[in-house]
């Protein structure tokens, strides 16, 4: 396995941050310092400088948790936020070490994954490969056939400098309607339709990839079954 799989399917840094810790010369294998490219092999121990992370048979122990919660408006996906709300992580209190895939902001609410998987952590995250979400969006006006071309076509966000890509869209009723995105900017739902003069009342995530909120009831979590995973794992690439 390469190393820097291995540091991320840990849960202990994203494969790009296990680049540059290698490249620094802060990962060792054994008594070695690890190179960049460098393959792990069952019974080498890696550490962080001289502290120990781990080897490949821990892998094999780890047992793999992906949830999917229904996230409530005013919890925050962070480990810190200026308001002082209450963390995602601390709200679930799941028994096992997980983190969000991703981020839902404060004032939004819906599907939000969760896991130990530090490989699904990184196939979903990478805007390269395009993997959907959708969302419901309430506003505060009635919705015209101008707006709906201009979402689909991509918005200019002057905060981020950057023209959205083109999206799906349709018209649910006057105020509100139903969008599929293959990026995530940061708050790109709200900043897209404050570009085009609307205010976004109500957001909420329904789907990512093939997992859908269905009728998961605000603050519940439940377990991927295995067929959600083995087709979630089979479209990502993992």
């Given at each position: 396995?390469?190393?820097?799989?291995?540091?991320?399917?840990?849960?202990?840094?994203?494969?790009?941050?296990?680049?540059?810790?290698?490249?620094?010369?802060?990962?060792?294998?054994?008594?070695?310092?690890?190179?960049?490219?460098?393959?792990?092999?069952?019974?080498?121990?890696?550490?962080?400088?001289?502290?120990?992370?781990?080897?490949?048979?821990?892998?094999?122990?780890?047992?793999?948790?992906?949830?999917?919660?229904?996230?409530?408006?005013?919890?925050?996906?962070?480990?810190?936020?200026?308001?002082?709300?209450?963390?995602?992580?601390?709200?679930?209190?799941?028994?096992?070490?997980?983190?969000?895939?991703?981020?839902?902001?404060?004032?939004?609410?819906?599907?939000?994954?969760?896991?130990n998987d530090g490989s699904l952590v990184n196939a979903l995250m990478k805007a390269k490969n395009h993997h959907e979400k959708e969302y419901m969006v309430e506003v505060n006006k009635d919705i015209d056939e101008a707006f709906l071309q201009a979402m689909s076509a991509g918005v200019y966000i002057k905060e981020l400098k950057v023209k959205t890509r083109k999206c799906y869209i349709e018209k649910i009723s006057e105020k509100s309607f139903k969008i599929i995105l293959t990026q995530g900017l940061n708050r790109q739902i709200r900043r897209m339709c404050e570009s085009l003069g609307f205010k976004v009342l109500r957001l909420r995530r329904i789907r990512i990839v093939n997992i859908t909120l269905g009728k998961l009831k605000t603050g519940e979590y439940r377990k991927l079954s295995t067929t959600e995973l083995d087709t979630l794992d089979s479209l990502i690439g993992e």
């Open positions: 396995m390469r190393l820097n799989k291995f540091l991320s399917s840990i849960g202990f840094c994203s494969r790009r941050q296990a680049d540059k810790y290698i490249e620094n010369g802060k990962i060792y294998i054994d008594d070695s310092v690890a190179g960049l490219g460098t393959e792990l092999y069952d019974k080498q121990k890696v550490y962080f400088e001289k502290t120990y992370i781990g080897q490949i048979d821990d892998l094999k122990l780890k047992q793999r948790i992906v949830l999917a919660v229904n996230k409530p408006r005013g919890i925050v996906c962070t480990s810190s936020d200026k308001d002082r709300a209450e963390n995602i992580v601390d709200f679930i209190n799941y028994p096992l070490r997980i983190y969000p895939v991703g981020r839902l902001d404060k004032d939004s609410e819906g599907l939000l994954l969760m896991t």
